[in-house]
T-cell receptor, first 116, second 115 residues
Framework: AQKVTQAQTEISVVEKEDVTLDCVYE???????LFWYKQPPSGELVFLIR??????QNEISGRYSWNFQKSTSSFNFTITASQVVDSAVYFCALSEDNQAGTALIFGKGTTLSVSS | NAGVMQNPRHLVRRRGQEARLRCSPMKGHSHVYWYRQLPEEGLKFMVY??????IDESGMPKERFSAEFPKEGPSILRIQQVVRGDSAAYFC????WGAGGDEQYFGPGTRLTVT
């Protein structure tokens, strides 16, 4: 069965601290895709990154970086030098390579609060 | 280049009424997904549609809920005889191919409140 676990429900940090959001997934497929989305207080969902199961290279985009490790079924997200604007709920999601449809399976999210 | 549009953004219904939520996908997208976000929970898949076809409705409650995506016009998620437990945020997403890993672009959501 497919499953995404975000064990951290809430994290609070002070501005400029680094913070890592954990994501562990379960799937039986060898081909799958992992995503991170951000949901700011305004409520919309903002796409951050997509990774396929064959690409384990870590990715960096500005202050954001992602660490994908198939050996531990994890896809962790790090924000460096956090800012107040990073305060949001962050969702990790999984989709499988299914021709019938590609529903995203979401974790329950991690609420990040960054204070000044 | 408009993104995914959803309306209304907020909807209040009394118990027993019907709720209709609309979703216009991004231009060029013919695949639509509906997700529900209950309070304190993540998003749960409900249904996946292509034009005039329901492809996967494995996440839809068996009763009172239906969805359509007609040849012309927006996709509609319809909830009949709403109950308080239907209060949630409903998100629509669209994609180009519907294939594995295809990026889904989300709309702003419709917040349904049942009184």
């Amino acid at each position: 069965a497919q499953k995404v676990t975000q064990a951290q429900t809430e994290i609070s940090v002070v501005e400029k601290e680094d913070v890592t959001l954990d994501c562990v997934y379960e799937t039986r497929d060898t081909t799958y895709y992992l995503f991170w989305y951000k949901q700011p207080p305004s409520g919309e969902l903002v796409f951050l990154i997509r990774r396929n199961s064959f690409d384990e290279q870590n990715e960096i985009s500005g202050r954001y970086s992602w660490n994908f490790q198939k050996s531990t079924s994890s896809f962790n997200f790090t924000i460096t030098a956090s800012q107040v604007v990073d305060s949001a709920v962050y969702f990790c999601a999984l989709s499988e390579d299914n021709q019938a449809g590609t529903a995203l399976i979401f974790g329950k999210g991690t609420t990040l609060s960054v204070s000044s | 280049n408009a993104g995914v549009m959803q309306n209304p953004r907020h909807l209040v219904r009394r118990r027993g009424q019907e709720a209709r939520l609309r979703c216009s996908p991004m231009k060029g997208h013919s695949h639509v997904y509906w997700y529900r976000q209950l309070p304190e929970e993540g998003l749960k898949f409900m249904v996946y549609l292509q034009k005039e076809n329901i492809i996967d409705e494995s996440g839809m409650p068996k009763e009172r809920f239906s969805a359509e995506f007609p040849k012309e016009g927006p996709s509609i998620l319809r909830i009949q005889q709403v109950v308080r437990g239907d209060s949630a945020a409903y998100f629509c997403a669209s994609s180009t191919w519907g294939a594995g890993g295809d990026e889904q672009y989300f709309g702003p959501g419709t917040r349904l409140t049942v009184t």
